[in-house]
């Protein structure tokens, strides 16, 4: 079947780095906007990035300048550099192939996949 499936993570220090990937099985990422959301306890879940097909990316104003999204299209994958991570950044991540971020909107309900999350702490 196909789904979404995340790796990286975990814990760094603040100031510090994490790349998150995320690749697609059985069907192709390169057709579709990625979004990556992130969700720590007690918050709701909030849109960080979204990279469209044509690679154009959109950030929110928490992360902008310090997350970076890409994608490999031979690779069938979707990246999000993190740097600068801060103490305010800890949360589950997650990657779907959906986005709602800076006035753009994708969703295809033929393709509604969401990663299973990934654990990012930043703590000293």
């Known amino acids: 079947q196909a789904q979404l499936v995340q790796s990286g993570g975990g814990l760094v220090q603040p100031g510090g780095s994490l790349r998150l990937s995320c690749a697609a099985s059985?069907?192709?990422?390169?057709?579709?906007?990625i979004g990556w959301f992130r969700q720590a306890p007690g918050k709701e879940r909030e849109a960080v990035s979204c990279?469209?097909?044509?690679?154009?990316?959109y950030y929110a104003g928490s992360v902008k300048g310090r997350f970076s999204s890409s994608r490999d299209n031979a690779k069938n994958t979707v990246y999000l550099q993190m740097n600068e991570l801060k103490p305010e950044d800890p949360a589950v991540y997650y990657c779907?192939?959906?986005?709602?971020?800076?006035?753009?909107?994708?969703?295809?309900?033929?393709?509604?996949?969401w990663g299973q999350g990934t654990q990012v702490t930043v703590s000293s």
């Open positions: 059985r069907f192709t990422l390169e057709d579709h906007t």
């Open positions: 990279i469209s097909s044509d690679r154009t990316t």
């Open positions: 779907a192939t959906q986005c709602n971020l800076g006035g753009h909107y994708y969703r295809d309900s033929r393709y509604d996949y």
